[in-house]
C-alpha cells in the first residue's frame, strides 16, 4: 500500500486481491492483546512493590551500629580504591596540581578525601581525576544516603520510647478500667441478688438492669481473655491475681442471681447471647488451656473461674 498513491481506492480500482480479518476476531485479538499488556503492567508493578518493601524491611532490620559500620566501610573501600588506582599508576587524586603519591602518606591522604567526600564537605584542597570522579561522585551519594538512614534511626528510636511509654500508661489506665468495672458489676449484681430474692425487684425492671451488667461483663471479660492468650506485654502475677479474683466474684454473683430469677422472669435475646458468650470465654480460662504457665495461686484462680463459667452454662436457656 505504501507504493499505492490513490490509496485503497486505487488499489481496488486496479482489481487487486483484498484479504480482510473478521471483525469479531480483530477485536478478540484486541481484546486479548490488550489483556496480556495490563497482566504484564501489574506483574511489573507487583514484582516492584514486593522489591520495594524487601528493601525497606531489610533497612528497618538493621540497626543504628549496622548502618554506621555499612557507612565506615564505604568511606574506606572508597579510599582504598583511590590509592590502588595510584597504585597502579592512574592519576586517580591530585593535591596542589600534583598527583597524589602511592605510599603511606598517599593512603592517609586518600582516607582523608574519602571522609571529606562522603560528608560533602568538598574543600578543594585534593581533587579526583578521571575514573576517581565517577567513584567519587556514587560515595557521595551513597554516603549521604547512609548517614540520612543513620539519623532517621536515632529519630525512630527516640519515636518509639515515647510510644512504649504511652503505651505503658494506656495499658495501666485499661487494667485500671477492668478492675473498676468488675467492682460495679459486682455491686450491681448484689443489688439484682437482693432484689429478686426478697421480691421486691419487678421482672420488667431488673431485666434491662440484668442485661446492661452482663453486656458490660462480657466487655471486660474479652479484655483478661485477650490479656491471657494474646498478651502485649508481661503482667505481673499480682496484678493478674486480682484481676481474676474479681473476675471469679463476679462469675460466682452471676450464678447466683441466675439461681434466684424467677422461672417467668423475661429473658431477652441479647442477654441470652451475653450468657453465652460469658460461658465460653470464662471456660476457655483454665490452667491447661491459658498458653503461658502462672503460679499455682492462678491456677487455682482459673479453675475457679472455669467452674462458675460451667454453673453459668446451666442456668441458660
Same mark, same amino acid.
Given at each position: 500500500?505504501?507504493?499505492?498513491?490513490?490509496?485503497?481506492?486505487?488499489?481496488?480500482?486496479?482489481?487487486l486481491?483484498?484479504?480482510?480479518?473478521?471483525?469479531?476476531?480483530?477485536?478478540?485479538?484486541?481484546?486479548?492483546?490488550?489483556?496480556?499488556?495490563?497482566?504484564?503492567?501489574?506483574?511489573?508493578?507487583?514484582?516492584?512493590g514486593?522489591?520495594?518493601?524487601?528493601?525497606?524491611?531489610? +533497612?528497618?532490620?538493621?540497626?543504628t551500629?549496622?548502618?554506621?559500620?555499612?557507612?565506615?566501610?564505604?568511606?574506606?573501600?572508597?579510599?582504598a580504591?583511590?590509592?590502588?588506582?595510584?597504585?597502579?599508576?592512574?592519576?586517580?587524586?591530585?593535591?596542589?596540581?600534583?598527583?597524589?603519591?602511592?605510599?603511606?602518606?598517599?593512603?592517609?591522604?586518600?582516607?582523608?578525601?574519602?571522609?571529606?567526600?562522603?560528608?560533602?564537605?568538598?574543600?578543594g584542597?585534593?581533587?579526583?581525576?578521571?575514573?576517581?570522579?565517577?567513584l567519587?561522585v556514587?560515595?557521595?551519594?551513597?554516603?549521604?544516603?547512609?548517614?540520612g538512614?543513620?539519623?532517621?534511626k536515632?529519630?525512630?528510636?527516640?519515636?518509639?520510647?515515647?510510644?512504649?511509654?504511652?503505651?505503658?500508661?494506656?495499658f495501666?489506665?485499661?487494667?485500671?478500667? +477492668?478492675?473498676?468495672?468488675?467492682?460495679?458489676?459486682?455491686?450491681?449484681?448484689?443489688?439484682i441478688?437482693?432484689?429478686c430474692?426478697?421480691?421486691?425487684?419487678?421482672?420488667?425492671?431488673?431485666?434491662?438492669?440484668?442485661?446492661?451488667?452482663?453486656?458490660?461483663?462480657?466487655?471486660?471479660?474479652? +479484655?483478661?481473655?485477650?490479656?491471657?492468650?494474646?498478651?502485649?506485654?508481661?503482667?505481673?502475677?499480682?496484678?493478674?491475681?486480682?484481676?481474676?479474683?474479681?473476675?471469679?466474684?463476679?462469675?460466682?454473683?452471676?450464678?447466683? +442471681?441466675?439461681?434466684?430469677?424467677?422461672?417467668?422472669?423475661?429473658?431477652?435475646?441479647?442477654?441470652?447471647?451475653?450468657?453465652?458468650?460469658?460461658?465460653?470465654l470464662?471456660?476457655?480460662?483454665?490452667?491447661?488451656?491459658?498458653?503461658?504457665?502462672?503460679?499455682?495461686?492462678l491456677?487455682?484462680?482459673?479453675?475457679?473461674?472455669?467452674?462458675?463459667?460451667?454453673?453459668?452454662?446451666?442456668?441458660?436457656?
Amino acid at each position: 500500500m505504501r507504493h499505492v498513491h490513490g490509496g485503497i481506492a486505487e488499489w481496488k480500482e486496479a482489481g487487486l486481491p483484498i484479504e480482510s480479518a473478521p471483525v469479531e476476531a480483530t477485536a478478540n485479538d484486541a481484546a486479548l492483546g490488550l489483556e496480556s499488556r495490563v497482566a504484564a503492567v501489574r506483574g511489573t508493578s507487583a514484582q516492584r512493590g514486593i522489591f520495594r518493601e524487601a528493601v525497606f524491611d531489610l +533497612v528497618d532490620r538493621l540497626s543504628t551500629t549496622h548502618l554506621f559500620a555499612a557507612w565506615m566501610l564505604l568511606i574506606l573501600a572508597c579510599a582504598a580504591s583511590y590509592w590502588l588506582l595510584s597504585y597502579a599508576g592512574l592519576s586517580a587524586l591530585t593535591e596542589k596540581g600534583k598527583s597524589v603519591a602511592a605510599d603511606t602518606g598517599g593512603l592517609w591522604t586518600a582516607i582523608y578525601f574519602s571522609f571529606i567526600t562522603a560528608l560533602s564537605v568538598g574543600y578543594g584542597d585534593i581533587l579526583p581525576m578521571g575514573a576517581a570522579r565517577i567513584l567519587a561522585v556514587a560515595e557521595a551519594a551513597g554516603g549521604l544516603l547512609i548517614f540520612g538512614l543513620l539519623i532517621a534511626k536515632f529519630v525512630s528510636h527516640r519515636q518509639d520510647l515515647l510510644v512504649r511509654q504511652i503505651h505503658a500508661v494506656t495499658f495501666e489506665e485499661r487494667l485500671d478500667r +477492668v478492675q473498676t468495672n468488675l467492682h460495679l458489676v459486682v455491686s450491681e449484681l448484689l443489688a439484682i441478688a437482693a432484689a429478686c430474692a426478697d421480691g421486691s425487684g419487678q421482672p420488667r425492671r431488673c431485666g434491662p438492669r440484668l442485661e446492661s451488667t452482663v453486656l458490660i461483663f462480657v466487655g471486660e471479660l474479652r +479484655v483478661i481473655h485477650h490479656l491471657l492468650y494474646e498478651p502485649e506485654q508481661t503482667l505481673d502475677e499480682s496484678v493478674l491475681s486480682a484481676l481474676l479474683a474479681n473476675l471469679s466474684s463476679a462469675l460466682n454473683m452471676m450464678g447466683e +442471681v441466675m439461681q434466684e430469677l424467677p422461672r417467668n422472669f423475661p429473658r431477652s435475646s441479647a442477654l441470652n447471647d451475653a450468657l453465652r458468650t460469658v460461658s465460653v470465654l470464662a471456660q476457655d480460662i483454665c490452667a491447661e488451656c491459658v498458653p503461658q504457665v502462672y503460679a499455682d495461686g492462678l491456677k487455682i484462680l482459673m479453675d475457679r473461674i472455669q467452674q462458675s463459667a460451667r454453673t453459668i452454662a446451666l442456668h441458660q436457656e
